[in-house]
């Protein structure tokens, strides 16, 4: 049995519960992307929506094949191996497909392999939770609902939507889908409040159903807000009260100038920030 | 300096031109797809098209923003350190941009990643050469121009179409478009031969841009052949004379049986394969 490596904060890498860093050559994650990933935030060593990231998971899994026995157990104990820091971190996990199969042929039985890295929590600088600048990218998304919500490896798109920009005060690119729909940004979504309402693109032909996205979408109506997920073009954008883009890791961060637009860190957003943050404390 | 495993036909695998079968976990080809790959045949230790893989490979790379500096040159140097039967063999050459840059972020500099893996043909029994049985496939190819036509990693398109059959009578799989045109095979591409014209789908939107593919167009041509690229629906296909799928492993492969009709292994694919064939050698 493998041991962690030195206990300040590097990166520590378990593949099927062993502490390594290298994978198979052959493996169906590299050759075609043929798996899925989470990116967890992990407070004093819990990840915060453990449960939720790990249905997506599954979720995604079986949609490309992946088989799942024992895999929510395996998990668990990988995750124990782990040499956790006090207060925050990222934890990145995928799950592939392993190697074997004739081509694109799904090998059965297949193995999948399970990789867990901890690292720390990179620096956002500047206050971005309380308003970043953001941009519209021109790198459309394809529609490709056999895909669409689930977050797989094969993440081209995204690369080539953040390529676009080098600017480092410019935190976020809105993306919209080859109709001309606002989805997301390249690696959150997006959410704006426009006359009292919380909107959401819907996330049936493309980008990532975002476990903060699901959070905000119960909260909103906790908070007695009419909610909405449902097609916006960039025009629809524009013209919101309020808008900000989430994940796991930044939460939310308000977008208080798009393009040459700017916008408030308004008083929705901030009643938003307020009762995830209380719901992520409690995980 | 590593040195080769034994003569006898394994995979040989070579990264960076050493000899090893592991890579890391934080490689961008596993983590977005963010590389390319290229599949050749080998002639008696002789890798057939070499030039138009090449170029092919170094398209795809600047698409991707993957550095090709000394890229050829590298290429050449691993490929001399391989122990190449007599006869035929498989070459699959992956390139990933590597690891590092922030998420989606390219690194800059990036050091790309070069994956050479020499193994044994595969067997394909039953002279498909001579006529296969081909089906439709239900899952629909994306239109995203920005990806359309080189080989990258992103292949789960590919791997769900050939997941939805397993009978291994069932040589290949066709593909459409999400407006419903024809686009290719799963692991090939599509020609037809219809009132004496060479037709193959345009690839603008989606697909490979077949090696194969591509000298065919010249060979019909050479034949006196009217050829075209064009929009087909599966109507376009179902009226053809002659059909049949093609790339760099398997030459061409007749299809006689598409869903339930028939067709016949005809003149024009006969002509073209021997034409093929005649190229493949002198290479």
Chains 1, 2 share one sequence.
């Not at 490596?5 to 050759?31: H, K, Y």
């Not at 939507?161 to 080859?178: F, K, T």
């Not at 032909?205 to 975002?210: F, L, R, T």
Request: charged fraction near 20%; hydrophobic fraction near 35%.
């Amino acid at each position: 049995m493998s041991s962690p490596p030195c206990v300040s904060m590097q990166v520590q890498t378990l593949i099927n519960g062993e502490f390594s860093d290298c994978i198979g050559v052959a493996d169906r994650g590299l050759a075609y992307g043929h798996g899925v990933f989470e990116t967890f935030l992990v407070l004093n060593g819990t990840p915060v929506f453990y449960t939720e990231h790990l249905q997506r998971l599954l979720t995604g899994c079986k949609r490309l094949g992946i088989p799942v026995d024992q895999l929510p157990q395996r998990l668990e104990h990988d995750l124990m191996q782990l040499d956790y820091p006090a207060g925050r971190a990222v934890l990145k996990l995928i799950v592939t497909c392993g190697s074997g199969g004739r081509g694109y042929l799904t090998p059965n039985p297949a193995s999948p392999v399970r990789i867990l890295m901890l690292s720390p929590l990179p620096e956002y600088p500047g206050q971005p939770e309380q308003g970043i600048r953001a941009r519209w990218c021109q790198t459309r998304l394809a529609c490709q609902p056999l895909l669409s919500g689930i977050k797989h490896l094969n993440r081209l798109e995204q690369v080539l939507a953040r390529n676009e920009w080098q600017d480092p005060a410019i935190r976020e690119g809105l993306v919209c889908d080859s109709r001309g729909f606002v989805v997301e940004g390249t690696m959150s979504n997006l959410c704006f409040i426009a006359g009292g309402r919380f909107c959401t693109p819907a996330l049936d032909q493309s980008g990532v159903e975002g476990i903060v996205r699901n959070q905000l979408l119960q909260l909103a109506a906790l908070q007695g807000l009419e909610v909405e997920a449902g097609r916006y073009t960039p025009d629809d954008v524009h013209s919101a009260d309020e808008l900000f883009v989430c994940n796991s890791l930044i939460g939310i961060w308000p977008i208080v100038q798009l393009g040459d637009r700017s916008y408030e860190w308004g008083t929705y957003t901030r009643r938003l920030q307020s009762a995830l943050n209380q719901r992520m404390v409690q995980c």
